[in-house]
């Protein structure tokens, strides 16, 4: 080693133990050093050049703690060093207990710094004093004055700790990923801060590209690229695909139009945006914008009037800023990245207004099939999944088997062909200017990647909605519209944005599955024809079975290829295997409300209750809620109900031998058995044209006259999943209570279940209580 201009060099994980040899470079000397005994690795280091003078403060590096805090520390005639080597397995605590220890025995009046922005003025001021203080305890051996800084350190400690959690309590109450910001608080404490900055880097063709600008031009050549290189080989045909939309589905004769908006409806459709910070090309984002809304929301109406009448949508606001986010694998590698999107603010309020006036046209004349889940008010993926299922046991009732296949559509968004869409656009009764407006907002966009700052030069994209956008997702969803039309009816259809899941109910001994395969062939032929590319790899088949039943081993043929069928597969994010047992997917879920009720209870010791519960609601409860309504009869549900209490005994500070019963009844949280039964009763409620009551069967006045009418089923496994469930829990309400509006419905209900605290399913059902 060549320590010619080397004066001082500081080590951390030496890996020398105390019994090993010490360093010898020519010139230098080891100052200070701290060796492991117990342990291997790890240490911390100090070399200096011969011509310094110093020495070693064995005062601080008496301070080290194996495995938490290990210490060098020496003293030069201007400056102090201090390395500090901190083991990733140390608790963080006492690390920085340590630590702040050091730089108040260093520190005299030099204005060192360890808070975050949680600390005011005033506690730096304070934070100052002490330092004061402790500089006159040195030689200041009286003991009241001992006492008073004891006292005053004391209370400077509690000052920042009610500052930092106030701080902590703001960043996650106003956070619009509150989930996102509760992992950054949690890693920022245990000193885990990943570094924010990426250095990209491309391997383009065997040539490395290193500069953000050439990066950022390589990125966007790739995402600009992705629709013609997914849809190549596709025979797509705006006239056929018009062609099929016209022989499956009636055309409208109500030509729509856009009505003129004034400035309350450009406030109303901005306040109605998620409150972001992102900022488009411009530099906007909605945080901004929202400061100066009253005042340029008179002047949007007009542009935007301008705009309607005109049949135009402005360039400016179809110029999208593209950030490209790692996904995993290989850094140099474009295909591991994504686009995301961020469109200027200002055409968000255009699109939401636009959006809400075209949603009234499809509404009103029931333009969308019934089988459409995304992006439709009232309609959820929870309501896609139990409509799949429920055709899997109606299927079961009548002897036979479902076969589920689940599409994987490539790149879908990015592929809608822009005539296909503005044909059936018009079919739809959107027509004249109004299309004008649309086809507008469609051609001419552009897209420019952002790398560090650095921009590439824009690129038009041709085809596709726009990703990120508000408008898109209705476009793609009128886009497939007419695919359930094109399908058969003895088959079922499930779509939820580019998620398509087809049911077929078969004979369990049929040899072949000729109608399956030719129901296929159609589909594949109709995502051919709309320029949208069927994944064949990704597409899965599960036979739903129920338990000890066997099937003739047959095989179902996508693009010339046998599919083969798999267990079980993820679904809208839920779990589904081909015995709907549910415990696969219990299993995935108590794995992420292990990590949910961890991060409750990191939250709760940096901060109060309060806060505590914002994390559990938008983090642990939204992560159990989901989906409940079809696994939370489930035989291992105790699983998740075990999670809930550990998150809720992390709230209030309780230890694993209180009971909860009378907590849930006090705090006002609905248990996994509640939470099941509100979710089955409010989909009952929202959907009670489905379900027929007595008095729709017979005229005779009797007392259960105003209760559901309970299916018939065969299988008993029926009748205890939500298909019978759902009623049956129905039926214990009030007769007042079922007559009530949604809203009214929901308030007595969760107030019934919050004021119950039921552990299980059965404490609802035998429950004889009044209800007030």
Request: hydrophobic share 40%; with cysteine; aromatic share 10%.
């Amino acid at each position: 080693m060549n320590g010619e201009n080397i004066n001082i060099l500081c080590l951390t994980e030496h890996w020398i133990s105390i019994s090993q040899s010490i360093f010898n470079f020519s010139g230098h000397q080891v100052a200070s050093m701290f060796n492991r005994e117990k342990a291997i690795r790890g240490g911390s280091l100090i070399i200096i050049s011969k011509l310094f003078k110093y020495k070693e403060r064995k005062d601080i590096v008496s301070l080290s703690v194996e495995q938490t805090i290990e210490l060098a520390c020496v003293e030069l005639e201007h400056f102090i060093v201090v390395c500090v080597y901190r083991p990733p397995s140390g608790l963080y605590e006492n690390f920085e207990k340590v630590l702040e220890e050091i730089l108040l025995k260093l520190n005299n009046s030099r204005g060192l710094l360890t808070f975050g922005e949680w600390a005011t003025p005033g506690i730096h001021k304070s934070r100052q004093r002490l330092y004061e203080l402790y500089s006159t305890k040195a030689y200041n051996h009286n003991v009241s004055f001992a006492s008073f800084v004891s006292a005053y350190s004391k209370m400077f400690r509690r000052v920042c700790s009610m500052a930092k959690s106030l701080y902590i309590k703001d960043k996650i109450r106003n956070a619009h990923n509150k989930i996102k910001m509760t992992w950054n608080i949690i890693a920022c404490e245990s000193g885990r801060v990943a570094d924010r900055s990426f250095d990209f880097k491309l391997n383009i063709n065997d040539n490395f590209v290193t500069s953000d600008r050439e990066v950022a031009s390589e990125f966007e050549k790739f995402f600009t690229d992705i629709p013609l290189s997914t849809t190549q080989s596709l025979n797509s045909s705006p006239v056929i695909a018009e062609f099929l939309l016209k022989e499956n589905v009636k055309e409208c004769n109500v030509i729509f139009t856009f009505k003129p908006v004034n400035p309350k409806d450009i406030i109303v459709s901005f306040r109605s945006l998620d409150v972001k910070n992102s900022a488009d090309l411009w530099g906007l984002s909605v945080k901004v914008v929202s400061s100066i809304i009253d005042v340029v929301a008179p002047h949007l109406a007009t542009i935007f009037n301008g705009c309607i009448k005109k049949g135009v949508f402005p360039d400016l606001m179809k110029h999208s800023k593209v950030i490209p986010i790692f996904k995993s694998g290989s850094t140099l590698d474009p295909n591991n990245f994504r686009p995301v999107s961020v469109l200027p603010t200002f055409s968000k309020i255009f699109e939401k207004i636009i959006l809400g006036q075209m949603l009234s046209h499809f509404n009103a004349h029931n333009l969308l099939h019934k089988k459409q889940f995304g992006f439709t008010k009232g309609r959820s993926t929870a309501d896609a999944s139990v409509e799949l299922i429920k055709n899997v046991f109606e299927a079961w009732e009548r002897s036979q088997y479902a076969l589920g296949i689940f599409c994987d559509l490539s790149k879908a968004f990015d592929c809608v062909h822009h005539e296909t869409l503005i044909r059936k656009l018009h079919h739809y009764g959107i027509r004249n200017k109004a299309l004008n407006l649309l086809n507008s907002y469609l051609s001419n966009r552009i897209q420019r990647v952002d790398v560090n700052g650095k921009r590439s030069p824009g690129a038009p994209l041709d085809m596709g909605v726009p990703q990120g956008s508000i408008l898109g997702p209705f476009l793609f969803l009128i886009y497939i519209n007419d695919l359930p039309f094109f399908v058969q009816d003895k088959h079922e259809i499930v779509l939820f944005a580019d998620d398509t899941s087809l049911i077929f109910k078969v004979k369990r001994n049929l040899p072949m599955y000729d109608d399956v395969n030719d129901a296929l062939s159609k589909v594949v032929y109709w995502f051919d024809s709309n320029n949208l590319l069927l994944n064949n790899k990704k597409t899965k088949l599960i036979k739903f079975t129920t338990p000890n039943v066997k099937l003739v081993d047959n095989g179902v043929e996508l693009g010339g290829e046998m599919l083969k069928p798999v267990k079980s597969t993820k679904f809208l994010g839920i779990i589904i295997d081909s015995k709907l047992q549910w415990d696969l997917h219990i299993e995935g879920l108590a794995s992420r409300l292990s990590s949910a009720a961890f991060a409750v209870k990191k939250i709760r010791l940096l901060t109060d209750v309060d806060t505590a519960r914002v994390v559990y609601f938008s983090y642990f409860h939204s992560i159990m809620s989901y989906g409940i309504l079809l696994w939370g009869n489930a035989a291992t549900v105790n699983t998740i109900f075990v999670l809930q209490k550990r998150a809720i005994r992390a709230i209030y500070s309780l230890g694993p031998r209180v009971s909860l019963r009378d907590k849930f009844k006090e705090i006002k949280i609905l248990t996994v058995a509640s939470q099941y039964v509100y979710e089955n009763v409010m989909y009952v409620h929202k959907n009670i044209h489905e379900f027929p009551r007595n008095c729709d069967m017979h005229s005779i006045n009797t007392r259960n006259k105003h209760k559901l009418v309970m299916p018939v089923t065969r299988l008993l496994r029926v009748s205890n999943s939500f298909y019978g469930q759902c009623i049956r829990l129905y039926n214990r309400l009030p007769e007042n209570v079922q007559k009530a509006s949604i809203a009214k419905f929901k308030k007595i209900v969760k107030e019934r279940l919050c004021t119950k605290g039921y552990y299980s399913i059965n404490d609802f059902l035998e429950d004889s209580t009044p209800w007030e």
